[in-house]
């Protein structure tokens, strides 16, 4: 209780903002519906997963410090209910619609946000033919072609589909039966991949299926697992690819060679991440060279790349949320493990996080170091 205290106390120093939400089960899933608004869904037992579109505290636009205000202060603007658990949800640019994928991974859920009710409503499903026990689609939208989602579970059966038609309109071809980790949309017409391997793959769906890709895994990646993010070009020049491994070390790459990273650096987590599924590394959109890891115990990491030397360079973070552990004051052997995290995509130094114990944060950290 003792630490909880100190940390409640020391917040005051730490966070411009805070804002915590008890949401009525944990989410693995948040995800942006312009700069007010996020998506959550459960992901627990069956038979009804909650998924919820969440308007943010009106106080974050306050510029002066407020403190702590652990209250629920998140507005519930729609709401719906899943029948199986959602590990992912993407919303489609510029319509009302939500595509999840989760298990059993037989098919993808397309939802739509009603205009004149509160209700989030399933209107399709897409087939999934590649069902793999405990494996379902990794999940990415095109949004400036016809409303579409990029879908797998393996190199192999990577396809797009449009989701007015159903129909397929790219597959990679491959037989290569990689399991992928994750997708993002770089542009118009390309993608990258990366598998839980540590491999990395940038493609353009113009060209037959010919992806600039690391040839081997992440240099000793034996028995880890893997995530990835691009950094979006028009940021600070420099290696735009940050990969991370499950026992916590993270790779900057430049994409025009991938088989070479800039930087290979160690990052002081407590052990292996429990549940690799739920690692995070996610770029800063507006800060400079600042990237944020979570999924190994109840923290996220914020980190300055700006310094970081080339192989095997022991760094620290810039800055530490430990609000999932402290702010319940959960005794030691049942420490929360952060779920997912975001950054706010105009405010620099705001994020959101969860946790398995279904705790929502929104916070705005301060740089004491003064560094960025």
Same mark, same amino acid.
């Given at each position: 209780?003792?630490?909880? +205290?100190?940390?409640?106390?020391?917040?005051?120093?730490?966070?411009?903002?805070?804002?915590?939400?008890?949401?009525?089960?944990?989410?693995?899933?948040?995800?942006?519906?312009?700069?007010?608004?996020?998506?959550?869904?459960?992901?627990?037992?069956?038979?009804?997963?909650?998924?919820?579109?969440?308007?943010?505290?009106?106080?974050?636009?306050?510029?002066?410090?407020?403190?702590?205000?652990?209250?629920?202060?998140?507005?519930?603007?729609?709401?719906?209910?899943?029948?199986?658990?959602?590990?992912?949800?993407?919303?489609?640019?510029?319509?009302?619609?939500?595509?999840?994928?989760? /298990?059993?991974?037989?098919?993808?859920?397309?939802?739509?946000?009603?205009?004149?009710?509160?209700?989030?409503?399933?209107?399709?499903?897409?087939?999934?033919?590649?069902?793999?026990?405990?494996?379902?689609?990794?999940?990415?939208?095109?949004?400036?072609?016809?409303?579409?989602?990029?879908?797998?579970?393996?190199?192999?059966?990577?396809?797009?589909?449009? /989701?007015?038609?159903?129909?397929?309109?790219?597959?990679?071809?491959?037989?290569?039966?990689?399991?992928?980790?994750?997708?993002?949309?770089?542009?118009?017409?390309?993608?990258?991949?990366?598998?839980?391997?540590?491999?990395?793959?940038?493609?353009?769906?113009?060209?037959?299926?010919?992806?600039?890709?690391?040839?081997?895994?992440?240099?000793?990646?034996?028995?880890?697992?893997?995530?990835?993010?691009?950094?979006?070009?028009?940021?600070?020049?420099?290696?735009?690819?940050?990969?991370?491994?499950?026992?916590?070390?993270?790779?900057?790459?430049?994409?025009?060679? /991938?088989?070479?990273?800039?930087?290979?650096?160690?990052?002081?987590?407590?052990?292996?991440?429990?549940?690799?599924?739920?690692?995070?590394?996610?770029?800063?959109?507006?800060?400079?060279?600042?990237?944020?890891?979570?999924?190994?115990?109840?923290?996220?990491?914020?980190?300055?790349?700006?310094?970081?030397?080339?192989?095997?360079?022991?760094?620290?973070?810039?800055?530490?949320?430990?609000?999932?552990?402290?702010?319940?004051?959960? +005794?030691?052997?049942?420490?929360?493990?952060?779920?997912?995290?975001?950054?706010?995509?105009?405010?620099?130094?705001?994020?959101?996080?969860?946790?398995?114990?279904?705790? /929502?944060?929104?916070?705005?950290?301060?740089?004491?170091?003064?560094?960025?």
């Amino acid at each position: 209780m003792e630490a909880s +205290e100190d940390w409640l106390v020391e917040s005051l120093r730490l966070y411009q903002d805070f804002h915590a939400f008890d949401l009525s089960g944990a989410t693995r899933v948040l995800e942006w519906i312009g700069d007010k608004g996020v998506f959550v869904a459960g992901y627990e037992s069956p038979p009804k997963n909650e998924i919820l579109h969440l308007s943010l505290p009106l106080r974050l636009s306050v510029k002066e410090n407020q403190g702590l205000f652990p209250e629920r202060d998140f507005n519930v603007c729609h709401g719906g209910f899943s029948d199986k658990p959602v590990f992912d949800l993407k919303h489609v640019p510029e319509t009302r619609l939500l595509v999840t994928s989760g /298990l059993p991974g037989c098919s993808l859920q397309v939802w739509q946000i009603a205009e004149d009710s509160d209700v989030i409503q399933a209107v399709n499903t897409i087939a999934v033919h590649e069902e793999e026990g405990n494996l379902w689609p990794k999940m990415a939208v095109f949004s400036s072609v016809a409303p579409g989602i990029l879908h797998g579970v393996r190199l192999s059966s990577l396809r797009f589909t449009d /989701l007015e038609s159903q129909k397929t309109t790219y597959t990679s071809g491959t037989g290569d039966s990689e399991v992928l980790s994750n997708l993002q949309i770089l542009g118009a017409n390309t993608f990258a991949f990366c598998c839980t391997s540590g491999r990395l793959g940038l493609v353009d769906i113009r060209q037959k299926w010919a992806p600039h890709e690391s040839l081997v895994s992440s240099p000793g990646s034996g028995g880890r697992r893997w995530c990835a993010e691009v950094r979006n070009r028009a940021q600070h020049p420099g290696p735009s690819i940050a990969s991370l491994g499950s026992d916590g070390q993270l790779c900057l790459l430049d994409p025009r060679d /991938l088989c070479h990273p800039v930087s290979s650096v160690q990052c002081p987590v407590p052990i292996p991440s429990p549940d690799p599924e739920l690692m995070r590394v996610t770029w800063a959109p507006v800060l400079d060279n600042c990237l944020a890891i979570s999924g190994f115990d109840g923290t996220i990491q914020i980190y300055d790349v700006t310094s970081w030397g080339e192989v095997g360079t022991q760094i620290e973070p810039l800055f530490v949320h430990k609000g999932h552990i402290f702010l319940d004051a959960h +005794e030691q052997d049942s420490t929360p493990l952060v779920t997912t995290h975001i950054w706010h995509p105009s405010k620099p130094r705001t994020l959101l996080s969860a946790a398995n114990d279904a705790s /929502l944060h929104v916070w705005d950290w301060v740089d004491l170091h003064g560094s960025t």
